[in-house]
């Protein structure tokens, strides 16, 4: 609803200024009105042109300043600018979602530009919503990171494709941090390996030969309950416990 607000905001305000010089007529003040009312469409035509007049080529200058601020080798997946009812008073902003952060260059009044950014790894979650009217109000697509939140009022297309890649990168970045997790708490549980012989413990890196002949049933008995303690702590998934397993008692096999 806030770029239907704003585009009755600026109504208003037009509709208010009209009125005020209407008033200043009927009560005879016939150059006071005439003069207002030329001042009236005077600002008008400066609005119009100010906003909408060679609008594309400030969006071109626009997108150049974006492309200056990418890094080496960064590659711009997609990206977009304000619908026009979001920035009725004031310049649009511009976003990209590149393969490595999400930028927004917000552009001044009188030019110049700030920009803010965080990337995928900082990235929390991703929204994307359907505004009203959105032909002519877009859409409304949000990236919370870890300490800051963009938020953009691009076409509804552009908004869905960049909403996909976030998730994708969300999901890609959850999986990383997730393995990372798992391979923390081997170490700290004492270092086991798929396909190396299981459970190293120490600092110093210990190598068990293959096929130890010498391995007790009271050995193998411990390590299987070792990987059960690991597979209840969530540190292995029941496909390694399996694979880890077959292999324990594969050995036990060739023992005997």
């Known amino acids: 609803m806030t770029g239907i607000f704003n585009i009755f905001k600026l109504i208003s305000s037009w509709l208010g200024i009209l009125i005020i010089i209407i008033l200043l007529w009927q009560v005879g003040y016939i150059g006071v009105a005439t003069l207002g009312f030329f001042i009236f469409l005077i600002s008008i035509c400066l609005y119009y042109y100010l906003v909408f007049i060679n609008s594309e080529d400030r969006l071109k200058k626009a997108y150049t300043k974006l492309y200056d601020t990418l890094m080496k080798d960064e ?107 798992m391979e923390e708490k081997r170490a700290q549980a004492g270092g086991i390996m798929i396909g190396q012989s299981p459970l190293s413990s120490g600092s110093s890196q210990t190598l068990i030969e293959n096929n130890d002949i010498s391995k007790s049933t009271i050995d193998i008995a411990d390590e299987l309950l070792k990987l059960k303690e690991l597979l209840d702590q969530g540190v292995l998934s029941d496909v390694e416990f399996q694979e880890m397993k077959a292999k324990i008692l594969s050995r036990t096999t060739q023992n005997f």
Request: with cysteine; glycine share 6%; aromatic share 10%.
């Open 75 to 181: 590659a711009i997946i997609e990206k977009g600018i304000d619908k026009r009812p979001f920035a009725l008073f004031s310049r649009r902003q511009v976003f990209a979602v590149t393969n490595s952060r999400i930028i927004r260059l917000n552009r001044g009044l009188l030019g110049g530009f700030q920009m803010r950014d965080f990337q995928w790894k900082d990235l929390k979650d991703a929204q994307v919503s359907e505004n009203v009217l959105p032909s002519i109000c877009g859409s409304t697509l949000t990236f919370k990171g870890n300490w800051m939140r963009i938020e953009v009022f691009p076409d509804l297309e552009i908004a869905s494709k960049s909403y996909k890649h976030a998730q994708q990168e969300e999901q890609a970045w959850e999986e990383k941090r997730r393995i990372r997790e």
